[in-house]
């Protein structure tokens, strides 16, 4: 079945550790966002990447880099220079045309 | 992109309609209406879309102003499974990836 999948779903990691979380996706879409989310908060956008080898920051990108090496993956890592890590993480892709987004399940990350 | 502002919160009795309200009012032309909906701790589910005209699908119709500043989403016979939140979101697909950003939303609470 078409989709995306982000993985892995829980993970737990000490301060100071950068962690990289996955996201695949089959849908043959180009676009492909990562979208943070707080306790109670709505989804604030990371980063987001329209083809290979390019992406943008979206309203909080520090702390955080991504690559886009092929158009499949888009995977995300939270660097130590993220102050507060812990949040549970989406990634999404659209396709072309007045395309909705298709979510992941989502990755919930915490830092000991 | 264009920001949107919902009410943080609603309640519906189940079985009547839920009429969840956006207003975009600097909504562009080429921009689209975008609603998606999220279940505790599960990625957002795209619920529906429209440019200037009203749409209907199985799961809810929208109804966008003459003037596009505004928009509402209708689910007609609301149950249980309705609560969520519920985001409103504005955005262009020309091509190249948008910077597709959500607010906070509007939590609806069905009730008994």
């Known amino acids: 079945d078409g989709g995306i999948t982000q993985s892995p779903k829980y993970l737990f990691r000490k301060e100071g550790q950068n962690v990289t979380l996955s996201c695949e996706q089959n849908?043959?879409?180009?676009?492909m966002y990562w979208y943070r989310q707080d306790p109670g908060q709505g989804l604030r956008l990371i980063y987001y990447?329209?083809?290979?080898?390019?992406?943008q920051k979206g309203d909080i990108a520090e702390g955080y880099s991504v690559s886009r090496e092929k158009k499949e993956s888009f995977p995300l890592t939270v660097t130590s220079a993220q102050k507060n890590p812990t949040a549970f993480y989406l990634c999404?892709?659209?396709?072309?045309?007045?395309?909705?987004?298709?979510f992941g399940e989502g990755s919930r990350l915490t830092v000991l | 992109d264009a920001k949107t502002t919902q009410p943080p919160s609603m309640d519906c009795a189940e079985g009547r309609a839920a009429n969840l309200p956006c207003n975009h009012s600097?909504?562009?032309?080429?921009?689209?209406v975008y609603w998606y909906r999220q279940i505790h701790s599960q990625g957002p589910q795209y619920i529906i879309h429209?440019?200037?005209n009203n749409e209907t699908n199985e799961m809810a119709s929208l109804i966008i102003t003459e003037d596009r500043k505004s928009s509402t989403l209708i689910l007609p016979h609301a149950t249980l499974r309705d609560t969520a939140v519920y985001y409103c979101?504005?955005?262009?697909?020309?091509?190249?990836?948008?910077?597709?950003?959500f607010g906070t939303g509007t939590r609806l609470q069905v009730t008994l």
């Open positions: 979101i504005v955005s262009a697909n020309t091509g190249t990836a948008s910077k597709l950003t």
């Open positions: 600097t909504i562009s032309g080429n921009e689209y």
């Open positions: 429209g440019l200037k």
């Open positions: 999404a892709s659209r396709g072309r045309g007045a395309g909705e987004l298709f």
């Open positions: 990447s329209q083809i290979v080898n390019d992406f």
């Open positions: 849908l043959n879409h180009d676009a």
